[in-house]
């Protein structure tokens, strides 16, 4: 009798010494919270719904039907932002901070949708008509849409989502500042911003086959030159580039400019005074090279300077 007593004695404290855990964990409040979500940003305010805010809260957060005891968390005062999420539904939980190593309860999960942010509006007009002009450096047009602000454009290999691509804008109905490869078959999307009324359906997707090359590097940048200096002071500066049709070269910080058109090539420097200083020593010289690609555009330039001993 007297070790049955001793149990529920036992049982009786721990049951007690539980209860004093869970009036002590949620003696500072229970957190509740709001989320707004703005493209592809989650917001979340942290109250206290039963008094003085928290010292501060730790937000979790992540994929719907995810272990919060198995993630990490953020620390925010009284509100956090969430960045750059991906398209999907998410969960979030929150627990506030009621003292050294003493956190309520974990509340949630209160769940919020991310598809950028961005919600179809039957009132913003969809953009129709879309057409390519290729004659005018691949241009973009399409019949404007009712109350947009401004276009976005979405273009990609054929196939390609719209709605997780990169954007580009134009604040009239056309675009013409595309980066496409020739013999590459692209789609082409447009719709109506109309500010925080939303965006309007993705127009009919537009396929295209560039026939050319348009605003993309096709050969290679300059990787280094050699130098060497005659007996009469005439500079002689060598490189070789074997995938542009040609290059263009300027030293002094670009106020000396010549072109060629072969793709390897020796240029020499005449001695100018004022590589000179007048107490006589050398100037640095500044030099600057860079290919021309076949579709006429040029790779970044190389610059390095020459220092005379």
């Known amino acids: 009798m007297k070790k049955i007593a001793l149990l529920a004695m036992i049982i009786c404290m721990m049951a007690s010494c539980k209860k004093a855990d869970e009036v002590k964990k949620n003696a500072c409040g229970i957190p509740d ?15 206290n719904i039963d008094g003085e805010p928290f010292a ?3 937000v979790h957060y992540g ?26 539904k998410y969960d979030v939980y929150v627990e506030g901070n009621c003292g050294p190593d003493n956190f ?8 919020f949708l991310v598809t950028n942010g961005k919600y179809v509006n039957v009132n913003c007009g969809k953009p129709a008509n879309v057409t390519i002009n290729e004659s005018l450096n691949l241009e973009l047009n399409w019949n404007t849409g009712n109350n947009a602000n ?25 675009y ?10 692209y789609d082409y999307y447009v719709r109506s911003n109309c500010g925080g009324n ?34 009469d002071k005439t500079i002689t500066v060598e490189w070789s580039d074997t995938t542009g049709i040609g290059w263009q070269f300027s030293y002094n910080k670009g106020t000396n400019s010549q072109t060629g058109p072969t793709s390897s090539v020796t240029y020499s ?4 005074s004022e590589w000179f200083q007048s107490n006589g020593k050398p100037q640095t010289i500044y030099v600057y090279l860079r290919s021309k690609c076949e579709d006429g555009n040029y790779t970044s330039w190389y610059n390095d300077s020459i220092v005379i001993q």
């Not at 989320?35 to 109250?47: G, Q």
């Not at 309520?104 to 769940?111: D, N, W």
């Not at 013409?176 to 078959?185: L, P, Q, R, T």
């Not at 537009?206 to 300059?222: D, E, G, L, M, R």
């Open 33 to 47: 919270y709001t989320i707004t979500v703005d493209k592809s940003t989650a917001r979340i305010i942290i109250t």
């Open 56 to 58: 501060y809260s730790l």
């Open 63 to 88: 994929p719907v039907g995810f272990d919060p005891a198995r993630t990490g968390y953020l620390q925010a005062l009284d509100s956090v932002r969430i960045y750059d999420l991906v398209n999907g």
């Open 104 to 111: 309520t309860e974990l509340v949630g999960p209160k769940s």
């Open 150 to 174: 401004y276009y976005e454009v979405a273009y990609g290999l054929q196939g390609f989502n719209p709605d997780t691509a990169q954007h580009f804008f134009s604040s009239s109905n056309r």
């Open 176 to 185: 013409n500042e595309f980066a496409v490869y020739k013999d590459k078959i």
């Open 198 to 231: 939303g965006y309007s359906e993705w127009s009919d997707v537009k396929t295209f086959k560039a026939n050319f090359n348009y605003n993309v590097i096709t050969c290679k940048p300059i990787k280094g030159f050699t130098w060497n200096m005659a007996s």
């Open 269 to 272: 420097l005449v001695e100018p």
